[in-house]
């Protein structure tokens, strides 16, 4: 794209971490592990960032990038629920057609340099250059650049970046320190690539994404955690500190980065969500709806007296068996209409949702979607929106509130939110109804109600690690107080914050605000 140059008095790095944790941040950093972003967050404003990770988990970056709320985004999830049909569909990232917020830079004329942003498709309006899911965590979208060869140029000077997809890795210790050493050389290769796009191109705003933190987190999170069942596991392996590993050499890169700015270049270090323990009953919600009796309306109410083993998805428990490369291996090699049919029947486990009034929808692990089926917007619906919608969506709260540990007599469910009030715009029919927030702030196995009985969860996932549901932000310049505290502020804020350092006009229709240090703002 060109454009008339806008001139920028001072330049913007903004550097983002996929995934990263900010309490493990701020425990290393004062450990002395991380002095890079140690001495960032002293010398700078910090804080952690609410997110979209609390109710839809893979629209959080989507939301950072245009500064909205999902209810305006065509995409919340790689496999969507389909109200037309009531059955399921692909939605790739290219789906979002809400500009980011590069492209209102660069229709301003600022010169904008994207790289490697996870979950977003290339921009057609980018005024400058961007370099799309070279080495991002499950982005599902073209490997492409702008200009067109710089994809090319990348790959003949610094080869494939080395992790690929991370799910594909087996869960021997073998494989998971091989993984590891991936990782690493993968952060490597990062700021390697980095520093030679700020070097050789021009830029006013550069954005860059470090993607390791995203599955180190999903895979080692356990060695992280002394509490985790498989901690020990991970002494044994060699593998406790990959989180650390991993945290300590992207800080190491970032100190090189940082080696090539000026004093006055604003420095941006961003998380759209962090990473915790896995722990939840999202694979377990279409049988506490049958219990509940909003899904399959056989299921029988008499055997909830005795305790019962949680039914499992066939399809997930054949993927737990097979070796990750050979998983992959098979998907490769089947036409794309049978890869289809086996994803849309590991999310839906083959359930039929004609007979329920509610039941569960693919989302990410962490966070469990429930839709309603609703007279008039879902095919086959029985629910009558208003009153009856009302009182369901109520019952369904209270009911998922009252889910407990057996062991413990703790509650297993953090947060139920409504989103039709959470959230608004042009796509919020195609959400979720209901969100259920799992705690994963301590160890459980089972759930127990009054109304369910009592269903002893069975493992469905290899992973130890799941999205938290805060990110967090660091900013440094000259006119950045040192050691301000950021309270208040959201994923949302990003976007109108980069626009306003800029110069340029923010959309009316963002739903985020500029971040404010000590009541002054840090403009171009």
């Known amino acids: 794209m060109s454009a008339q140059a806008k001139p920028v008095s001072r330049r913007h790095l903004i550097i983002g971490m996929d995934g990263m944790e900010w309490h493990l941040v701020t425990k290393w950093a004062r450990e002395g592990k991380l002095p890079t972003l140690r001495r960032l967050i002293d010398r700078g404003a910090s804080g952690e960032l609410a997110s979209t990770s609390a109710e839809l988990p893979d629209t959080v970056w989507s939301s950072l990038y245009t500064g909205t709320n999902p209810g305006k985004l065509e995409k919340f999830f790689y496999v969507q629920y389909d109200a037309a049909t009531m059955g399921l569909r692909h939605v790739p990232d290219d789906a979002i057609k809400r500009p980011p917020f590069w492209d209102y830079l660069s229709e301003a004329g600022v010169r904008v340099g994207v790289v490697d942003v996870p979950k977003f498709a290339l921009s057609r309006k980018i005024n400058g250059f961007q370099l799309t899911n070279w080495g991002a965590h499950a982005t599902k979208t073209m490997r492409m650049s702008y200009p067109a060869g710089l994809f090319e140029e990348i790959d003949a000077a610094f080869g494939p970046h080395p992790v690929g997809d991370c799910d594909k890795a087996d869960t021997t210790p073998k494989a ?81 980065i940082l080696e090539q700015i000026d004093a006055k270049t604003q420095v941006m270090i961003v998380s759209a969500h962090g990473m915790g323990p896995l722990r939840h009953a999202s694979w377990n919600l279409p049988q506490i709806l049958d219990r509940l ?66 039941f569960a929808i693919p989302n990410n692990d962490s966070v469990g979607a429930i839709r309603l089926g609703v007279k008039g917007r879902d095919r086959f619906g029985q629910i009558s929106s208003g009153e009856e919608y009302d009182r369901i969506c109520d019952d369904l709260s209270n009911a998922l509130y009252e889910l407990r540990d057996p062991a413990t007599g703790r509650g297993v469910v953090r947060q139920v939110t409504r989103l039709r009030s959470h959230f608004h715009g042009p796509f919020l029919n195609q959400l979720p109804d209901l969100t259920v927030l799992w705690d994963q702030s301590f160890h459980w196995e089972a759930v127990q109600s009054a109304r369910i009985g009592t269903l002893y969860l069975r493992t469905q996932d290899a992973r130890t690690g799941m999205h938290t549901t805060h990110g967090f932000v660091i900013v440094a310049g000259a006119d950045v107080p040192p050691g301000d505290q950021l309270v208040g502020y959201s994923t949302y804020d990003i976007a109108p914050t980069i626009l306003d350092w800029c110069g340029v006009p923010i959309p009316e229709d963002f739903d985020g605000k500029p971040l404010r240090f000590n009541n002054s703002a840090v403009r171009a």
Not at 306 to 319: G, M, S, T, V, Y
Request: hydrophobic fraction near 35%; proline fraction near 5%; include cysteine.
């Open 176 to 256: 998971l320190r091989a993984l590891i050493h991936r990782l690493v050389d993968g952060i490597r290769v990062h700021g390697k690539v980095f520093r030679h796009l700020m070097k050789e191109r021009s830029w006013d705003v550069f954005f860059a994404v470090f993607s390791e933190p995203h599955c180190v987190g999903h895979h080692f999170y356990h060695g992280a955690d002394p509490t985790h069942p498989q901690y020990k596991e991970a002494v044994e392996y060699g593998i406790a500190d990959s989180i650390e590993r991993v945290y300590s050499a992207i800080d190491e890169e970032i100190g090189k």
């Open 293 to 358: 009796g909003y899904g399959d309306t056989s299921v029988s109410k008499s055997n909830l007296i005795e305790p019962q083993d949680a039914k499992i998805n066939p399809w997930r428990l054949l993927k737990l068996t097979l070796p990750g490369r050979l998983q992959y291996w098979i998907k490769d090699r089947l036409p794309q209409a049978a890869q289809d049919w086996l994803v849309f029947r590991w999310y839906s486990g083959g359930k039929n949702w004609k007979n329920c009034r509610a």
